[in-house]
Every structure is written in structure tokens, then in C-alpha cells.
């Protein structure tokens, strides 16, 4: 019995650390003109300690960056496309 308690609190004690070490998803979203249209151009994930990864919806195009608004001036093509970063988990929050 106690092998199956001590196998729970494990099993338990990774979840915990797995939840709390969880990346934030992002994406980059290009905005062509005045909001006339917009694409997902890449996806994203911010860790903790600010490093961000991002890879293009392509997948040419990798990014290792200090910040997720970093990925911003690759996916921004004055004048007329400009990037944003939107955070599924914010979506529908007022």
C-alpha cells in the first residue's frame, strides 16, 4: 500500500511541477492595411524567465528571443502589415 501512496504523491508532486514551469501559447498575428484582413503568421511560447520560441505557421522560420514582442518587427512589413501578439488564454476577456 504505501508503494501506490508514495507512486501518487509523485506522480502528483510532477503534475505540480510540470503546471508550474508551463509556457504561455502566443501568436503573431499579421494585419494587412486597415484591419482589411489578418493571418496567424507564426506561434509562440514565453517561458518564465522571458525567453520566448517562435516558429513561423510555414515552419522556414525559427526564433530563439528575449521577449515574445520581439517576434513582432520579423512578421511587420511597413506600411501596409503590421504584427501583433494575441494571447489564446486572453481571448474573450473584457
Known sequence: MEDDFS?????????DLVTSQ???LFAVVQVYREHEDARVAAWGMAFDEGLS???S??????MRLA??????GSFSHAPDITARLVWPSDVGRS
Open 57 to 62: 505557421v510555414e515552419g522556414h522560420r525559427r
Open 53 to 55: 520560441e517562435v516558429v
Open 67 to 72: 521577449s515574445p514582442d520581439r517576434a513582432l
Open 22 to 24: 508551463l509556457p504561455r
Open 7 to 15: 507512486r501518487i504523491d509523485f506522480n502528483g508532486a510532477v503534475h
